[in-house]
């Protein structure tokens, strides 16, 4: 059993712009299907960890992505991959609206949500049961007083080393580059290995380029794929 959750600053966004009838349509008929229940630590306070199993209603493999904005890529390799369960995490209503569309309309059921924050999921998540992690276009808190509060920081990397199996795969896609220079300064200290490092036109054999990498693009940023694994 897990120790209790101690209380957490969260710096991100939960609201934007009034949604429209069919993103209320989504969240108020859709989500709670599709929702992890157990992940907050209000309707778990012993943190008792989740049976993943029961969650794909089978055994298989567990990818996650960490803040999935829109949810292009997720639904994307949810698609692509039918066999592997997919868990998405974001606390922002209106990419979780966003996501609950392109889900109904892809018709993919390999994928669970959770609406928050990714610490609470990483403290219920069983050890080294995740076999892939994505991080993509992260808020890059480009302040330097606030680079603290970025994932790729001792706090969640420690979380998220735990939950990952030995050799597990870690992307990270970001137009930062000084988020590059945090990411392979910070994830060796964390019992991760840098496998690849390319740039634009070199992103991964499966990758789907979101919307905030069209807008990087746009704006003349250029994008950095970064792939890591879990160290034994």
């Given at each position: ?16 712009k ?39 209603e089978?055994p ?20 692509r ?23 109904r309309?892809?018709?993919?059921t ?40 970025r994932?790729?920081?001792p ?14 795969e ?29 740039g ?7 990758w ?15 994008p950095?794929?970064l ?6």
């Open positions: 059993m897990a120790e209790p959750t101690e209380r957490r600053n969260f710096y991100g966004r939960v609201h934007g009034t949604l429209r009838a069919s993103q209320k349509d989504y969240l108020a008929n859709d989500l709670e299907s599709l929702r992890l229940q157990g992940v907050a630590p209000s309707e778990n306070p012993e943190r008792t960890p989740l049976d993943l199993a029961a969650v794909f089978t298989r493999p567990v990818w996650v992505e960490v803040g999935f904005g829109g949810g292009e890529h997720l639904v994307h390799m949810a698609a991959y039918p066999q592997v369960g997919l868990i998405g995490c974001e606390p922002f209503v209106n990419g979780i609206a966003m996501l609950l569309g392109k889900i309309a892809a018709g993919v390999n994928l669970a949500i959770h609406p928050g924050d990714a610490r609470d999921l990483f403290d219920v998540l069983p050890p080294a049961s995740v076999d892939k992690v994505f991080l993509n276009y992260p808020d890059p808190w480009p302040k330097a007083r606030h680079h603290r509060r994932f790729v920081t706090g969640y990397l420690a979380l998220l080393a735990r939950v990952m199996k030995p050799g597990a870690f992307r990270v896609a970001t137009d930062i580059p000084d988020y590059v220079r945090q990411t392979l300064e910070e994830l060796p200290k964390a019992s991760f290995v840098l496998d690849r490092q390319t634009v036109g070199e992103a991964w054999e499966d789907i380029s979101t919307r905030y990498e069209q807008k990087a693009l746009r704006e003349g940023r250029a950095h794929y792939t890591f694994h879990r160290a034994a």
